[in-house]
């Protein structure tokens, strides 16, 4: 909240939101970062100003109260807004604008982008000098200054006193500026010629520090034992990389840059060619254990909603004809793990790989979960992890071999289950295929294999179709069994376990129900006490073969 009377403007996304073509509402975050610091007035004093950040609503809406960049009596005057559109099913923007405080309520998307400006700072005007107005003449009594003339004298008594600085510790006063040599025992010697080559090394080492400050000239190598403190960036380039290296978006800060040339050309290991690529590597001896020793690389998390990916990036135009890239650089693909999804609205906790949709939005592909969701305030590591494509064909390439497998030890199941939710949860399990939990004793027995229903509610009901590993037979439902015989024939049996010795062969049980209603067009083949009967449409019962 600002301090009443502060003008502010008003910012919103319009009646209808942000949306795509389709009319879905944009999601993800806007952010507003002013392009000051703080503005001074002299009636509410200092405002720290800083980034704010907004999600959008369910409608792809937002409403958020700024202040003016023109606010009255504020300086500086006339600076901007950035404005970040972070949007997870859309592509996103970065652009300036200006909130004057002539128009109190703003959209959004109807307002026009400007240059980034700071402003301007209004000096406020002289109303009095010591007390008089108009045309002031100041004398230096009046601004407490000594009179005209005295620091010119001062600075030439002092240029000719034998001991200027008597009265410091570093005066002449407090130091020899003699030494008789012969009252250490040796030969007094002019020392004109060592003191002047002293003072010209001293010269030489302060115009090579210089020189290192002012990033004109480099150091050749270096030992420090104690932490080193960079402001800026450090730049590590052997290979005498171009100018003008991309380092991402507008406005990245880079904190270390390793850079490459093609200045060793291909690696085809012909004459002249080197390596001219930077790189980092890091070494380790050690396991992690307790102490995390053998960690080469740590990424610390500092916010809920911060994310630590590895990205990789590929010019916006791709390569021309001398495979030079062509546009920005834009992230392509990014790996690593964070905490909460993009629009805060969940918790990931997942690592990822994330692939560019042809909207160019940075979509999720493939997540290893590495803790509980649902669990806001801890790690709460898991005992079972998931792992999950999105927006992704999962293809597993067999042309040298190559096996999906489905594994475990004996007496458990292995199981395909065809859902309806990507949790797992039971309630939604509509089909499974699966390897039995029979155990295997032995003449192939156990391992056999189901296809098993489930009911709307997630229930198990039945296995449709089974297949014994040990005779190949398939039973299809209660009492229909596809027997294998021999290599070249099978039988067929309903409701019946004897084939009579036979191979090739229909067995059919006893009709456990006879049928009793009409049949209509057709008719029913069925066996009562060992005769083979057919019932007509007309309700005819029809004795082909006796018992």
């Given at each position: 909240?600002?301090?009443?009377?502060?003008?502010?403007?008003?910012?919103t996304?319009?009646?209808?939101?942000?949306?795509?073509?389709?009319?879905?509402?944009?999601?993800?975050?806007?952010?507003?970062?002013?392009?000051?610091a703080?503005?001074t007035?002299?009636?509410?004093?200092?405002?720290a100003?800083?980034a704010?950040?907004i999600?959008?609503n369910?409608?792809g809406?937002f409403?958020?109260t700024?202040?003016?960049?023109?606010a009255?009596?504020?300086?500086?005057?006339g600076?901007?807004?950035?404005v970040?559109?972070?949007?997870?099913?859309?592509?996103?923007?970065a652009?300036d604008i200006?909130?004057?405080?002539g128009?109190?309520?703003?959209?959004?998307?109807a307002l026009?982008?400007?240059?980034s400006?700071?402003?301007?700072?209004?000096?406020?005007?002289?109303?009095?000098?010591?007390?008089?107005?108009?045309?002031v003449?100041?004398?230096?009594a009046?601004?407490?200054?000594d009179p005209?003339?005295a620091?010119?004298?001062?600075?030439?008594?002092?240029?000719v006193?034998?001991d200027?600085?008597?009265d410091?510790?570093?005066g002449?006063?407090?130091?020899?500026?003699?030494?008789?040599?012969a009252?250490?025992?040796?030969?007094?010697?002019?020392?004109s010629?060592?003191?002047?080559?002293?003072?010209?090394?001293?010269?030489?080492?302060l115009?090579?520090?210089?020189?290192?400050?002012?990033g004109t000239?480099?150091?050749?190598?270096g030992n420090?034992?104690a932490?080193?403190?960079?402001?800026?960036?450090?730049v590590?380039?052997?290979?005498?990389?171009?100018?003008?290296?991309?380092?991402?978006q507008?406005?990245?800060?880079e904190?270390?840059?390793?850079?490459?040339?093609?200045?060793?050309?291909?690696?085809?290991?012909?004459?002249?060619?080197?390596?001219?690529?930077g790189?980092?590597n890091?070494?380790?001896?050690?396991?992690a254990?307790?102490?995390?020793?053998?960690?080469?690389v740590r990424h610390?998390?500092?916010?809920?909603?911060?994310?630590?990916m590895e990205a990789w990036?590929?010019?916006?135009?791709g390569?021309?004809?001398?495979?030079?890239p062509?546009?920005t650089m834009?992230?392509?693909?990014?790996?690593?793990?964070?905490?909460e999804a993009?629009?805060?609205a969940s918790n990931h906790?997942?690592?990822?790989?994330?692939?560019?949709?042809?909207?160019?939005?940075i979509?999720?592909?493939?997540?290893v979960?590495w803790?509980?969701?649902?669990?806001?305030t801890?790690?709460?590591?898991?005992?079972?992890?998931?792992?999950?494509?999105n927006?992704?064909?999962f293809?597993?390439?067999?042309?040298?071999?190559q096996?999906?497998r489905l594994?475990?030890?004996?007496?458990q199941?292995k199981?395909?289950v065809?859902?309806r939710d990507?949790?797992?949860?039971?309630?939604?399990?509509?089909?499974?295929?699966?390897?039995?939990?029979?155990s295997?004793?032995g003449?192939n027995?156990?391992s056999?294999?189901?296809?098993?229903?489930?009911?709307?509610?997630g229930?198990f009901?039945?296995?449709?179709?089974?297949?014994s590993?040990a005779?190949g037979n398939v039973?299809?439902?209660?009492?229909?069994?596809?027997r294998?015989?021999?290599?070249?024939a099978?039988?067929?049996?309903l409701?019946?376990?004897?084939?009579?010795?036979?191979?090739?062969?229909?067995?059919?049980g006893?009709?456990?129900?006879?049928?009793?209603a009409?049949v209509?067009?057709?008719?029913?083949?069925?066996?009562?006490?060992?005769?083979l009967?057919w019932?007509?449409?007309s309700g005819?019962?029809?004795?082909?073969?006796a018992a």
């Amino acid at each position: 909240m600002f301090p009443v009377g502060v003008e502010t403007v008003t910012v919103t996304a319009g009646a209808s939101g942000y949306r795509t073509p389709d009319g879905d509402p944009y999601l993800g975050t806007i952010r507003f970062t002013p392009s000051v610091a703080r503005v001074t007035s002299a009636t509410h004093g200092v405002i720290a100003l800083g980034a704010v950040n907004i999600s959008l609503n369910a409608s792809g809406g937002f409403s958020e109260t700024l202040l003016a960049t023109d606010a009255e009596g504020f300086s500086p005057t006339g600076w901007t807004y950035r404005v970040d559109e972070e949007f997870t099913n859309a592509p996103g923007r970065a652009y300036d604008i200006s909130l004057p405080a002539g128009a109190p309520i703003v959209t959004l998307p109807a307002l026009a982008p400007v240059a980034s400006s700071t402003g301007t700072v209004e000096s406020p005007a002289v109303l009095s000098v010591n007390g008089e107005t108009g045309i002031v003449d100041l004398n230096p009594a009046d601004v407490g200054a000594d009179p005209a003339g005295a620091a010119t004298a001062a600075v030439a008594t002092h240029a000719v006193a034998l001991d200027p600085h008597g009265d410091r510790a570093y005066g002449n006063s407090k130091f020899a500026l003699s030494l008789d040599l012969a009252e250490l025992g040796g030969t007094v010697n002019d020392l004109s010629t060592t003191v002047t080559a002293v003072d010209g090394f001293v010269n030489d080492c302060l115009v090579r520090v210089q020189a290192i400050e002012q990033g004109t000239a480099f150091l050749a190598g270096g030992n420090f034992t104690a932490p080193v403190d960079i402001a800026g960036s450090l730049v590590v380039n052997p290979h005498g990389a171009p100018a003008g290296y991309p380092i991402g978006q507008a406005g990245a800060a880079e904190s270390v840059s390793i850079l490459s040339s093609f200045a060793g050309g291909e690696d085809e290991g012909q004459p002249g060619q080197f390596d001219s690529t930077g790189r980092l590597n890091l070494y380790s001896y050690q396991r992690a254990d307790v102490g995390s020793y053998g960690e080469t690389v740590r990424h610390f998390l500092m916010r809920k909603d911060a994310k630590a990916m590895e990205a990789w990036y590929f010019p916006s135009g791709g390569y021309d004809v001398n495979r030079d890239p062509v546009g920005t650089m834009r992230p392509v693909v990014w790996t690593g793990a964070h905490w909460e999804a993009n629009n805060h609205a969940s918790n990931h906790k997942h690592w990822s790989v994330e692939t560019p949709s042809s909207t160019g939005s940075i979509e999720t592909r493939f997540e290893v979960r590495w803790g509980d969701p649902t669990n806001d305030t801890a790690i709460a590591g898991l005992d079972k992890t998931m792992i999950a494509t999105n927006l992704a064909d999962f293809v597993v390439r067999c042309t040298n071999g190559q096996e999906m497998r489905l594994t475990s030890p004996d007496g458990q199941e292995k199981k395909l289950v065809f859902s309806r939710d990507a949790e797992g949860d039971p309630q939604y399990r509509r089909w499974a295929i699966r390897s039995t939990s029979e155990s295997e004793t032995g003449s192939n027995a156990g391992s056999n294999w189901q296809l098993a229903r489930y009911d709307d509610a997630g229930i198990f009901q039945d296995n449709p179709i089974v297949v014994s590993r040990a005779t190949g037979n398939v039973t299809l439902g209660p009492g229909l069994i596809a027997r294998r015989g021999s290599g070249s024939a099978s039988s067929l049996s309903l409701n019946s376990t004897s084939l009579g010795g036979g191979i090739g062969v229909l067995a059919m049980g006893n009709a456990p129900t006879l049928p009793t209603a009409s049949v209509t067009g057709g008719g029913v083949l069925y066996a009562e006490a060992g005769a083979l009967k057919w019932k007509g449409s007309s309700g005819t019962i029809t004795v082909i073969a006796a018992a």
